[in-house]
């Protein structure tokens, strides 16, 4: 299984290509333990010829972490090939070196940098290297890598290699919770962000209630003896982790009051599931948030097949009822689509309302059926297992 994901994965080696064929510098950015190392690694086996030299920096190794960040500048200049940095996020203060040294005239060094949190939060990498660097998300485990027969366990389980690869449930149960309390109490304060681990797993217990939910900070706030600003705060944490996902609402001017505060998802099944205390599929099936648990899911693979970033994807609800689980803009088109976990979705007069107010060029929904149905040229219904043909 995991050679057969592994091979699917390689897809991702087009992109680090790609960027490597505009700058100097790729970055592959992505939650911890989502596979980044293993596919650097992979990368490399696949592409060795293409470089004379090849050096990998784990600066979670004492080792490298103590070279890099004594004398980088002395340790990296001399080296030609590929330079690997793998956590580029513990040693921040490289970004100005690295800068220095892909300037260079004729410098041909390429620097592939891993990284556990989104440039945004990578101090002073998009400033210091803007113009320098691509950068390539990597997700966990996907339903176009595992495989549509496997869709169920990636549900359940969630796309973090060792929880969907884990020998049973228990295991990928104790696994989810260890890596959660890990992030909590390493991960975070690794980032140089001072929020005590208490505090913040209160607040992200709290925000699994709210997943595929409109979020009320204010109230959020109030629960936790927390003001706006920092319930806001540890949001944007948790989104720059990849942890959840901030849907913003589509603005336009269509003369109606529209909602304005964002949805909140969690990125990843597994984890959500985890902290609503679900052990296994009974008690996912038996609890009122098997809707929105299918809603996140869906989201996250629907995004991802089309190739969507953030700023691309938006939901949308007006105040008279009238709401959409999920827009794409994606090259000036809109895309719109419904998420319900029903074999019976109701096509109602004002979806296709809705499709004339935002011009979309198709309107799906998704749902757990065995077959697809085409109610009109722009209103489908697709099951999950045939979305991607």
């Known amino acids: ?8 994965r390689s897809n991702f080696f087009k992109f680090i290509q790609k960027g490597f064929s505009v700058h100097p510098m790729v970055a592959l950015l992505g939650p911890r333990q989502c596979g980044k190392t293993t596919m650097a690694r992979h990368y490399i086996a696949e592409n060795k010829k ?7 920096f784990d600066l979670e190794d004492p080792f490298s972490f103590d070279q890099l960040t004594k ?3 002395l340790i990296l200049e001399s080296l030609s090939g590929l330079v690997v940095l793998d956590e580029i996020q513990r040693v921040p203060e490289l970004f ?12 041909r060094t390429k620097f592939l940098i891993l990284g556990s949190a989104s440039r945004d939060l990578i101090e002073k990498s998009s400033e210091t290297l803007a113009g320098r660097i691509t950068y390539v998300e990597v997700t966990p485990f996907s339903m176009s890598e595992t495989g549509i027969k496997n869709w169920e366990t990636l549900w359940i389980r969630g796309g973090f290699p060792r929880s969907y ?10 696994w989810r919770e260890e890596y959660i309390r ?19 797993r209160r607040f992200w217990m709290m925000l699994a209630h709210y997943h595929g939910q409109i979020a009320n900070l204010s109230e959020i706030g109030k629960s936790l003896d927390l003001s706006d600003k920092t319930v806001r705060r540890y949001l944007d944490i948790l989104n720059g982790t990849f942890m959840v996902r901030i849907l913003s609402p589509w603005f336009e001017n269509i003369g109606k009051r529209q909602v304005k505060r964002p949805k909140i998802f969690f990125r990843d099944s597994g984890l959500f599931h985890q902290l609503m205390g679900f052990k296994n599929k009974k008690d996912l ?4 948030k098997l809707g929105a648990s299918w809603e996140g899911f869906v989201l996250e693979e629907v995004i991802r097949f089309k190739k969507a970033r953030p700023e691309e994807c938006f939901f949308w609800n007006v105040h008279e009822q009238m709401e959409l689980d999920l827009v794409v803009i994606k090259n000036g088109k809109r895309f719109g689509y419904e998420v319900k976990y029903t074999q019976t979705p109701q096509i109602k007069p004002s979806h296709q309302k809705i499709i004339e107010r935002l011009k979309l ?8 059926i065995e077959k697809q149905i085409d109610i009109s040229k722009k209103i489908k219904i697709r099951s999950l297992l045939n979305f991607f043909d």
Do not use: W
């Open 285 to 288: 099936f038996y609890h009122p």
């Open 71 to 73: 004398n980088p500048k």
């Open 96 to 107: 100005p070196v690295l800068r220095v040294l892909v300037d260079r005239p004729k410098s």
């Open 182 to 200: 890990t992030f909590l109490e390493r991960d975070i304060p690794q980032l140089g962000i001072q929020v005590p681990a208490n505090t913040i």
């Open 361 to 368: 060029e198709e309107l799906v929904f998704i749902c757990p």
């Open 165 to 174: 690869l884990a020998k049973n449930q228990e295991t990928s149960c104790h």
């Open 50 to 56: 293409q470089y004379k030299d090849i050096h990998f």
């Open 1 to 8: 299984m995991l050679s057969l994901i592994l091979m699917k």
